[in-house]
């Protein structure tokens, strides 16, 4: 498999566990900058910091409102890669656990 540089980027900006919240805040419904923190337990700027980093990698856009700004995911696919990458960590953790790390260097 080929790692592209939009690749990396991608995945580097998903890292962060605050963004992968926002981003199932947002696809769950929650699209507003007050509902996101409200939801998660951030501070407002934290995740105005955030979904600035998401817009920055593509991952999110924003629609202006009045004085609210609301946020939608540019791909759905992103929910799914996010899925994923959880149940491939599940996995990789389960084969640790049954003695695939045998120098323990997990």
Same mark, same amino acid.
């Given at each position: 498999m080929k790692m592209t540089m939009n690749t990396e980027k991608l995945l580097k900006c998903l890292a962060d566990p605050n963004r992968q919240r926002i981003i199932k805040e947002i $696809? =769950? =419904?929650k699209p507003c900058v007050n509902c996101i923190a409200q939801a998660t337990g951030m501070e407002q700027s934290l995740v105005s910091h955030h979904l600035a980093k998401l817009k /920055? /990698? /593509?991952i999110v856009t924003p629609r202006q409102e009045g004085k609210n700004v609301f946020y939608s995911l540019v791909s759905p696919k992103i929910v799914a890669l996010l899925e994923m990458a959880a149940e $491939? $960590?599940?996995e990789i953790s389960r084969a640790c656990d049954e003695g695939a790390c045998e120098k323990g260097e997990c």
């Open positions: $696809a =769950g =419904g /920055c /990698c /593509c $491939a $960590a599940s």
